[in-house]
Structure formats: structure tokens, C-alpha cells
């Protein structure tokens, strides 16, 4: 039972654009909500995160948009880059339990 | 230099033969984590423990087994029963009881021949 959905798996962007990806939950005991950048041979690196008393989050380029009602989350990529190019995850945990990942989106910005 | 290294980077096993891989963080974290990564299904939980002595199944712990002896380290041994145990091994760790933020190390691939 995969108990976070993530979409699309793949996404092609041009440079500048926004990226979106979304994920789903079922589990209403999740509070912590991840996303995680990795890079092809290497470790996933956290990107990003929100609780879900707070609607959105911003830290630079990255944004999360947090539904609650709708056990609804997504990740916003403003003015998208080529270094930008990777997997992202979104994950989702209760306190120190282990985190349950989305099968992940690949992301390519185009030049 | 605070992290998590994993070792080895690369690692091929025969068929029917265990391996043990190595994690060690220097973060002062209490809880470690281990995970296993395929193409397409994205992070599956192996096992994790919370404090030194202690650890408990994640979703896919059949034919694996783990120790932890020491705060800083967490080895997981990759049995013989792990019917299909080629793919990207990640370790993690976090404070236990915190935000749940867990940082990874760079992973090993495992690789059966």
C-alpha cells in the first residue's frame, strides 16, 4: 500500500519556467512533510520541508503548498534551471519513524 | 567535518554469500535509518532504530538484519534469504523525537552476480 503518490514521473521544463509536482497522502498522523533532491549516484538532500500548520513555504526559488483538507501537497520551482535537473521526492513521517517516500519525479530543465 | 558516510561506494556479492554494509555519522544523532532504492519504486524502509540497543522493521525488512552497538554506527547485513538484494543502499540519521529532518549518506550499490 503506498501510503504517498507523486506526480507526474517525469517532467520536462524550460529554462525559467515553474516546475510542479504534486504528492498525496493518506496517512492523517503524518506532521512532517519533506522534499528531497537527489542527483544521479547520490544521497537524496533535503530540500525543503513544512508542517502541516502552515499552508506555504518559500526558501528561495523552492515553494511547498500545503492542503490539508485535501491530504494534499506540491513543490514550486520558480524560474527553473539546468542545475535544476535531478529526482525530487516528496516523503512524509510521524516524528522519528521512518519516512515514506513518493516513487519520485524526474526532472529535466532544457536550455 | 560533520555527515554519514557509507562504505563501500560499490560492492558485488555471489549469490548465496551475506554482506555487511557499513554507516557511521559524526552528527551526534540518536536515530538511524536504513533504506533501499530501485528504479521507479523511489525509498522503501528497511529498518531504523532510535537509540542505542534498540531497532525496529520498516516495510521491507525480510532478509535483512541490522545491530547497534554504538551511537555513531549502524551496519546492515544483506542476508542470503534477500531474494532480490541488488540496489542503491542509502543510511540516514536524525535526532530522535525532533522535526524528523533525516540526512542521508551517499549510498552503496549493491550489486549480486
Not at chain 1, 527553473?80 to 529535466?108: E, M, V, W
Not at chain 2, 563501500?8 to 555487511?20: C, D
Amino acid at each position: 500500500q503506498q501510503q504517498v503518490k507523486q506526480s507526474p514521473q517525469s517532467l520536462i521544463v524550460q529554462k525559467g519556467g515553474i516546475s510542479i509536482i504534486n504528492c498525496a497522502y493518506e496517512n492523517t498522523a503524518f506532521d512532517y512533510f519533506p522534499w528531497y533532491q537527489q542527483f544521479p549516484g547520490k544521497g537524496p538532500a533535503l530540500l525543503i520541508a513544512i508542517r502541516p500548520d502552515v499552508s506555504e513555504k518559500k526558501e528561495g526559488r523552492f515553494t511547498i503548498s500545503f492542503n490539508k483538507s485535501a491530504k494534499q501537497f506540491s513543490l514550486h520551482i520558480m524560474d527553473s534551471q539546468p542545475g535544476d535537473s535531478a529526482t525530487y521526492f516528496c516523503a512524509a513521517n510521524r516524528g522519528a519513524d521512518g519516512l515514506t517516500f513518493g516513487k519520485g519525479t524526474h526532472l529535466i530543465i532544457q536550455p | 567535518d560533520g555527515g554519514i558516510t557509507q562504505s563501500p561506494k560499490y560492492l558485488f556479492r555471489k549469490e548465496g554469500q551475506n554482506v555487511t554494509l557499513s554507516c557511521e555519522q559524526n552528527l551526534n544523532h540518536d536515530a538511524m535509518y536504513w533504506y533501499r532504492q530501485d528504479p521507479g519504486q523511489g525509498l522503501r524502509l528497511i529498518y531504523y532504530s532510535q537509540i542505542v540497543n534498540d531497532f525496529q522493521k520498516g516495510d521491507i525488512a525480510e532478509g535483512y538484519s541490522v545491530s547497534r552497538e554504538k551511537k555513531e554506527s549502524f551496519p546492515l547485513t544483506v542476508t542470503s534469504a534477500q531474494k532480490n538484494p541488488t540496489a542503491f543502499y542509502l543510511c540516514a540519521s536524525s535526532i530522535a523525537g525532533g522535526s524528523g529532518e533525516q540526512f542521508f549518506g551517499p549510498g552503496t550499490r549493491l550489486t549480486v552476480l
